[in-house]
């Protein structure tokens, strides 16, 4: 399990009425299946009322029932005295009740609502999980700069990166360093998205970190600053044939400028043609992608969304194209989302091979909903469709050239032979 500590929480967001993202959270082999909506959704009341059990919240739960009996979650008096006994029994017997709080049974509702219906991308997110949700999109946060990483079986948060120019490498964090403490406080065995927390804050604000390294344990004062994502790398690939090669690991506000840097300075090396490299990337914002998609199309449709009533959106590229030449995008089973929207608009024009393996299968589209208290929904809104009105939803984006990652021989000296087979689509005589 991997996270990017290199985010913040800062103490007010202007949150927009309506973010619009698009992510591959949660990710899941098969589409979720439906189910009956009255029934899932007191399920999911009942399931979050038993994950955040507190002796406190009939009321909130009589408010709900209120708030959502419609002709499609019609909640009758009957689910409302179930609700009302469940708590009062979990209250009368449950072990340990005396550790539960208030706003852990509330989060808990909120959550089962969502999980009743069915979509594991339509979800509740308390204040914290909002905030670094929003953080994460804009990409760019306050921490010190470093990726940590926990053993599943140890629970061991190590890191296994620290980012160059940041505090955590001015301070003297190395990779391999092991998480002890954060300001005093002994993390070892924590979640890791609770550490993380822990480790992120204001710019400019100080964090004390112990880690063990070898034999020894060593202590830093870091100073927290604003840490940029960076989601695009980018190398000339081959400078025989001047093949660049740029890599985005995901779609996030920064990724354009990051992306249009990364194209002008090949160009600048002389590039003949391109490989994007789109494996493992789970997805972003929409007009993030778009914004990319319209410098590598023609004019025309980069991709359509319909929602629930029928209605469409059209989103359009102009003429002007920043790259023209020859392109293999490489994809895996872990491209997800706006990866797949780029990878079929290039796919439907004819202006790209595809090299790897079958896409994810993400072919919808997510809003965030602000709550007014800092917390908000996810929740899905549109199906979208390639400009040749393809729905990959569940199905995913077939390569033009089928390819496995040999990961014996990646392990044993580097060679990717996904990127191999790329880099020979793209070699004159050798296609």
Not at 114 to 127: A, Q, T
Not at 270 to 297: F, H, Q, W, Y
Not at 314 to 326: H, K, V
Request: glycine share 8%; net charge negative; with cysteine.
């Amino acid at each position: 399990m991997d996270y990017n500590e290199n985010e913040t929480l800062t103490d007010s967001l202007d949150y927009p009425e309506n973010y619009r993202v698009d992510s591959a959270e949660n990710r899941e082999e098969d589409p979720p299946k439906k189910q009956g909506g009255a029934v899932r959704f007191l399920a999911g009341l009942i399931v979050g009322l038993v994950v955040g059990i507190c002796g406190c919240a009939v009321v909130v739960i009589i408010a709900l029932l209120i708030m959502y009996s419609s002709d499609t979650f019609r909640l009758n008096y009957k689910a409302t005295e179930k609700l009302k006994l469940i708590e009062t029994m979990v209250r009368d017997h449950y072990l340990h009740e005396d550790e539960i709080t208030q706003e852990m049974l509330e989060d808990g509702m909120y959550k089962g609502m969502m999980e009743s219906l069915g979509d594991p991308y339509s979800v509740y997110m308390n204040s914290q999980d909002f905030k670094s949700m929003m953080d994460t999109t804009r990409g760019s946060f306050g921490g010190v700069g470093m990726n940590l990483t926990q053993d599943e079986d140890t629970k061991q948060i190590k890191v296994y990166k620290v980012l160059p120019g940041t505090p955590a490498e001015k301070a003297g964090i190395e990779d391999e360093d092991i998480l002890l403490k954060v300001d005093g406080e002994d993390v070892s065995g924590q979640d890791l998205d609770s550490v993380v927390l822990k480790v992120r804050g204001k710019e400019g604000s100080t964090v004390n970190l112990e880690f063990k390294r070898g034999d020894k344990e060593v202590s830093f004062d870091v100073v927290r600053d604003i840490i940029d994502i960076e989601t695009v790398e980018w190398r000339m690939e081959d400078e025989d044939n001047k093949i660049g090669y740029i890599y985005i690991t995901e779609f996030d506000e920064v990724t354009y400028d990051q992306f249009m840097k990364a194209l002008y300075d090949l160009q600048d090396q002389g590039m003949k043609s391109l490989i994007l490299d789109l494996r493992d990337n789970p997805g972003g914002n929409v007009d993030t992608v778009c914004d990319i998609a319209d410098e590598l199309l023609p004019e025309g449709k980069i991709v359509y969304v319909v929602d629930k009533d029928g209605h469409t959106k059209n989103y359009n590229s102009d003429p002007e194209q920043a790259y023209t030449g020859p392109m293999v995008v490489l994809v895996d089973q872990y491209s997800a989302s706006a990866s797949e929207i780029l990878t079929g608009a290039l796919k439907d024009y004819d202006l790209a091979t595809i090299v790897g393996k079958k896409t994810f299968g993400k072919g919808i589209v997510q809003s965030i909903y602000p709550l007014g208290d800092g917390s908000a929904l996810k929740i899905t809104v549109e199906d979208y469709y390639s400009p040749n009105g393809h729905n990959i939803h569940g199905v995913g984006i077939e390569p033009d050239v089928d390819v496995d990652l040999d990961v014996d021989k990646y392990k044993k000296d580097k060679t990717d032979t996904q990127l191999e087979a790329a880099k020979k689509e793209l070699t004159p005589g050798k296609g």
